[in-house]
């Protein structure tokens, strides 16, 4: 399906963003071809982060109407939107309602500006929702990027648990780390000592303080 292109802020000009773009806003943030003009107490409400850069001079004039904005450099305007259309919705008597993309585009925005709440709640929903071996291995590979260890884990586990055949393909995607705990640790893992309340075996701990080691020199980032 072709994208219309006034609705794709990566390429072109910057212009103002089709939805977002709010006259009554008080701050006009760039990110790629985006101008995203916005009522700057949503956002601080639930990031310091962003907070505090709200507070800073908007030094950049955008191309339109003469306005300062602030660029923000590596976001994606993706993340933004699905960000922005939680606080700025067409009907608010209705719950709120994500795609399983939409929420994996939101979470490197929340864990970047430290939205604790939205990253929580976010991570709860996409742990639910992630069903496919395809969807884990995203969920591996960008708690990854994000430096979330307890998350990477969490969705490691999950993939051994399923006990997919795994390709070469998914070992590359995945990358060594994750595919070396799929199939030495957690797959081979004493079903028993997998359980709660059961003590971990000679075999099982000695693979978990492999592992441990590896993490704590971050080569689980490979």
Same mark, same amino acid.
């Given at each position: 399906?072709?994208?219309?292109? +006034?609705?794709? =802020?990566?390429?072109?000009?910057? %212009?103002?963003?089709?939805?977002?773009?709010?006259?009554?806003?008080?701050?006009?943030?760039?990110?790629?071809?985006?101008?995203?003009?916005?009522? %700057?107490? #949503?956002?601080?409400? $639930?990031?310091?982060?962003?907070?505090?850069?709200?507070?800073?001079?908007?030094?950049?004039?955008?191309? %339109?109407?003469?306005?300062?904005?602030?660029?923000?450099?590596?976001?994606? $305007?993706?993340?933004?939107?699905?960000?922005?259309?939680?606080?700025?919705?067409?009907?608010?008597?209705?719950?709120?309602?994500?795609?399983? $993309?939409?929420?994996?585009?939101?979470?490197?925005?929340?864990? !970047? =500006?430290? /939205?604790?709440?939205?990253?929580? +709640?976010?991570?709860?929903?996409?742990? !639910?929702?992630?069903?496919?071996?395809?969807?884990?291995?995203?969920?591996?590979?960008?708690?990854?990027?994000?430096?979330? $260890?307890?998350?990477?884990?969490?969705?490691?586990?999950?993939?051994?648990?399923?006990?997919?055949?795994?390709?070469?393909?998914?070992?590359?995607?995945?990358?060594?780390?994750?595919?070396? /705990?799929?199939? %030495?640790?957690? +797959?081979?893992? @004493?079903?028993? *000592?997998?359980?709660?309340?059961?003590?971990? *075996? #000679?075999? @099982?701990?000695?693979?978990?303080?492999?592992?441990?080691?590896?993490?704590?020199?971050?080569?689980?980032?490979?």
């Amino acid at each position: 399906m072709e994208v219309d292109i +006034s609705l794709d =802020y990566s390429p072109g000009e910057v %212009r103002n963003h089709h939805r977002f773009y709010v006259t009554t806003g008080g701050v006009v943030i760039e990110i790629e071809k985006a101008l995203f003009k916005i009522h %700057r107490h #949503f956002l601080a409400q $639930y990031s310091p982060t962003l907070e505090g850069l709200f507070q800073l001079p908007q030094e950049k004039e955008s191309p %339109r109407m003469g306005e300062q904005s602030i660029s923000i450099k590596g976001d994606s $305007y993706r993340g933004w939107e699905v960000l922005l259309g939680l606080f700025y919705r067409d009907n608010h008597l209705e719950p709120a309602s994500t795609s399983w $993309y939409d929420a994996m585009m939101l979470l490197p925005v929340a864990h !970047k =500006y430290c /939205m604790e709440a939205i990253e929580t +709640s976010i991570l709860e929903w996409i742990n !639910k929702a992630s069903k496919s071996k395809a969807q884990i291995i995203e969920l591996i590979n960008v708690t990854k990027a994000l430096n979330m $260890y307890d998350s990477f884990e969490k969705a490691v586990k999950e993939l051994a648990d399923a006990r997919w055949e795994l390709t070469f393909e998914d070992a590359q995607e995945m990358g060594l780390f994750a595919f070396y /705990m799929v199939t %030495r640790i957690y +797959s081979n893992c @004493c079903l028993e *000592c997998r359980k709660p309340s059961r003590s971990v *075996c #000679f075999q @099982c701990r000695k693979a978990m303080r492999s592992v441990a080691r590896l993490r704590d020199n971050n080569s689980w980032r490979i």
